[in-house]
């Protein structure tokens, strides 16, 4: 009975409130604009973008009356093999419920978000492909433009489609990547590259998980962490080391998933496992472990690769 009373007298005041804001509003001047004359959002570029991994191009919007108030976007994926992995629409933000994010609290479908700032009259949206070394097919993704959020901005039709086509990065560069496992990324392996006398560092990679060491088309100036430049033609020393354990202590000892990948950018890929060189209980370098390194030897020769495995001789690579 005291709950029904108490319900009643509080929808009692929030009828009187309505009353008095209702009144207001019509004491004033200011235009608010139905519904049905909310800004809309058409679109004004190609829908159809076709982006190289690495590059970015864009979605241009215009909006029909700017209004005081920022407004929301969102870009939802419908189909294609394309993944949030692959692309990035304006500044990355998005609700992606496989990772248990929502920042707008406001549920619906995953996608990527876009706040459009007040006044805007037009707006002009980065598509980024990101980039990877991994040969592979073109990717593809259709995205549909939809209000979303506290829907100021209507889209034109209800949605507007845009297909984008992710083209493969291709170079002649070259990639080396030594990994050991995520769950162990506080033991220290390190990956560096030497002159063919193994005596002159060109380039190391020691602070990452994984490291990787890339061959690009700029010179090498300096060694520093993952620092790529061209290299001239002839024989390279590639040295993959454990340096420690780090203080870290393992029960029951492990053999440390290690592999070496070593990619031609976008067309060559191969996977060297090395799964049963370095364990917990023999450590690297800093254990007194002799066998700490694995050797290669690396041939460049014009924009040919090859990789030898210094112990077997035996060519691991070529591209
Ligand atoms: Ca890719
Ligand atoms: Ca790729
Ligand atoms: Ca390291």
């Given amino acids: 009975m005291m709950k029904n009373i108490i319900k009643n007298k509080y929808i009692g005041l929030m009828l009187i ?28 570029g190609a829908t159809t973008l076709t982006i190289t991994e690495g590059s970015t191009a864009t979605i241009d919007l215009s909006i029909s009356s700017p209004i005081s108030r ?77 209000t979303y959020n506290n829907r100021e901005l209507l889209v034109n039709g209800g949605g507007i489609t845009y297909t984008i086509n992710i083209t493969n990065y291709v170079s002649n560069e070259l990639d080396i990547t030594f990994a050991w496992g995520d769950e162990y990324c506080a033991v220290d392996f390190d990956l560096e590259l030497y002159d063919g006398s193994g005596s002159t560092e060109i380039v190391h990679s020691w602070g990452g998980c994984p ?43 492990v053999n440390f998933p290690v592999t070496l990948t070593v990619t031609k950018v976008g067309q060559i890929q191969e996977v060297i496992d090395l799964g049963t060189h370095w364990n917990s209980v023999d450590g690297g370098y800093a254990q007194g472990n002799p066998d700490y ?23 691991v690579f070529q591209g």
């Fill in 211 to 253: 490291e990787f060491i890339y061959i690009g088309t700029s010179d090498i100036t300096t060694a520093d962490d993952h620092e790529n430049g061209a290299l001239a033609d002839g024989t390279y020393v590639i040295f993959a080391s454990m340096y420690s354990l780090s203080g870290q202590s393992f029960n029951p000892p």
């Fill in 70 to 146: 920022e407004g929301y976007l969102r870009f939802r994926p419908v189909s294609g093999n394309a993944d949030f992995s692959d692309y990035v629409i304006g500044d990355g933000e998005k609700i992606d419920y496989a990772n248990g994010e929502d920042p707008y609290h406001t549920g619906g479908p995953e996608g990527y978000i876009v706040k459009v700032p007040a006044y805007s009259g037009s707006i002009s949206i980065p598509v980024e492909a990101v980039f990877d070394v991994t040969p592979e097919g073109n990717e593809s993704v259709t995205v549909v433009l939809e």
């Fill in 293 to 315: 390194a694995k050797i290669y030897l690396l041939t460049k020769s014009g924009t040919t690769y090859t990789l030898v495995d210094y112990e077997t001789m035996e060519t």
């Fill in 17 to 44: 409130a309505g009353l008095v804001s209702m009144t207001s509003c019509e004491d004033d001047n200011f235009n608010h604009s139905p519904s049905g004359d909310k800004p809309i959002v058409s679109n004004v």
